[in-house]
Nanobody
Framework: QVQLVQSGGGLVQSGGSLRLSCTIS????????MAWYREAPGKQRELVAA???????RYAGSVKGRFTVSRDNDKGATYLQMNSLKPEDTAVYYC???????????????WGRGTQVTVSS
């Protein structure tokens, strides 16, 4: 069974940086769209950044200019570089991807288990 394996995150002071990684556990799967979401206490899960297979990106207004999403298709991975972090960025961050098994057309959406990012003031 395929999984999205997340790493990175942790505790950082305001203004600091963190990098999140997300890797597909089985290489026979290809990711179409990949994205990062976050969920803060008492708030709904929201889209942070997304990147298409072609490399087109989009960002939430609150992170534009501070966060950068990228992907390495050879490694089946996506990354979220977070700079100039603010306390309001504190949340659990989730990786999301539409995965397609090689040779097939229909894809399915998968979620990582989430990783905590805490920004202290």
């Amino acid at each position: 069974q395929v999984q999205l394996v997340q790493s990175g995150g942790g505790l950082v002071q305001s203004g600091g940086s963190l990098r999140l990684s997300c890797t597909i556990s089985r290489s026979i799967f290809i990711a179409r769209n990949m994205a990062w979401y976050r969920e803060a206490p008492g708030k709904q899960r929201e889209l942070v950044a997304a990147i298409s297979l072609a490399g087109n990106t989009r960002y939430a207004g609150s992170v534009k200019g501070r966060f950068t999403v990228s992907r390495d298709n050879d490694k089946g991975a996506t990354y979220l570089q977070m700079n100039s972090l603010k306390p309001e960025d504190t949340a659990v961050y989730y990786c999301n991807a539409e995965l397609v098994r090689a040779g097939e057309i229909k894809g399915n959406t998968f979620w990582g288990r989430g990783t905590q990012v805490t920004v202290s003031s």
